[in-house]
């Protein structure tokens, strides 16, 4: 009766409740149930917080994992080196390729140079060419003998001071114009200064005017002007001309305030002078210049100037 009654009350019924069997409970002790003396302590660490339970080597793990890839690493890398010896190889037995074009040598003395640097060279060498003939100055050299003061020349040219300074400033490169200071004609003194130019070019030099690039400082304010000598008909100066590889003798005229100057002094102002040339071309076409690099031309040491004859 008892054992029917339980069988049709299995469900919802609290008779279902029995007593627990303490030998079953007793047997959960049993080291299959509770699982191995690691895990129960790993167990007991997470929950206690017991720091005296011996740690698990979880980095064990990492260092296998570490080892595995290190190991890989090296066979790569002399995978690597194979490979590249096997290349080195493969090419050492390949024919070498033949130099074309610039890279092809050419035999110059006992050695071979490469087209290439053979050009760059001839390039280097048409340019400086190219250069010299289209930019640089004349070369020059002062003649002192043919230097002189010009006792009897007419200074204001009959035009008196104030006249001639205008004259002067409308024709001539003035380089002072403090210099005319007195209209006394005899407290001024022109030069006629000699110099030789050579060009070194096949094209011709065209030189409009010339001008006191620079004297010493003590005679700033006593220099008045500089100018070539050669004039047109109608007496505007045009400078001069210089054929290709020739020479010239040219004058450039300048003109000073001697007013208290001794004669050492005024040779001193003289020889202290650079001349340089103004808008120097060189003649291309017949109607084509091209500018050209001033000639800078320091009168000689040699030179002899005196205030009076």
Not at 76 to 104: S, V
Request: aromatic content about 10%.
């Amino acid at each position: 009766m008892d054992n029917q009654y339980r069988k049709y009350n299995k469900r919802g019924s609290m008779d279902s409740i029995g007593v627990p069997d303490t030998e079953k409970i007793i047997a959960l002790n049993d080291p299959k149930f509770r699982g191995s003396n690691d895990i129960n302590q790993k167990v007991e660490q997470i929950f206690t917080g017991d720091k005296t339970i011996r740690q698990d080597r979880f980095d064990r793990a990492t260092k296998s994992y570490d080892d595995i890839n290190l190991h890989t690493a090296e066979e790569l890398e002399m995978r690597r080196r194979e490979e590249e010896k096997d290349i080195m190889k493969y090419a050492a037995k390949m024919p070498a390729k033949a130099a074309t074009g610039l890279n092809k040598g050419t035999k110059i003395g006992g050695s071979y140079v490469r087209k290439g640097t053979i050009v760059k060279w001839v390039v280097i060498f048409v340019v400086a060419i190219l250069v010299l003939v289209l930019f640089f100055p004349p070369f020059f050299s002062s003649n002192p003998d043919l230097t002189k003061v010009r006792y009897e020349h007419d200074v204001f040219e009959s035009k008196g001071m104030t006249g001639f300074r205008t004259y002067a400033s409308a024709n001539y490169t003035v380089y002072n114009e403090n210099a005319f200071s007195s209209e006394d004609p005899d407290k001024y003194r022109v030069v006629d200064l000699s110099f030789t130019l050579r060009n070194p070019s096949p094209l011709q030099m065209k030189i409009p005017q010339y001008k006191v690039f620079r004297v010493d400082d003590d005679y700033e304010d006593a220099v008045c002007y500089a100018t070539s000598l050669t004039k047109d008909s109608e007496g505007k100066v045009i400078g001069d001309v210089i054929p290709g590889f020739s020479s010239k003798d040219i004058t450039v005229r300048v003109m000073v305030n001697v007013s208290d100057m001794t004669d050492e002094q005024f040779d001193d102002c003289i020889t202290s002078m650079v001349i340089s040339t103004v808008d120097m071309k060189k003649k291309i076409t017949k109607s084509t210049y091209v500018p050209c690099v001033p000639a800078f031309m320091p009168v000689s040491n040699n030179t002899v100037v005196n205030v009076n004859e």
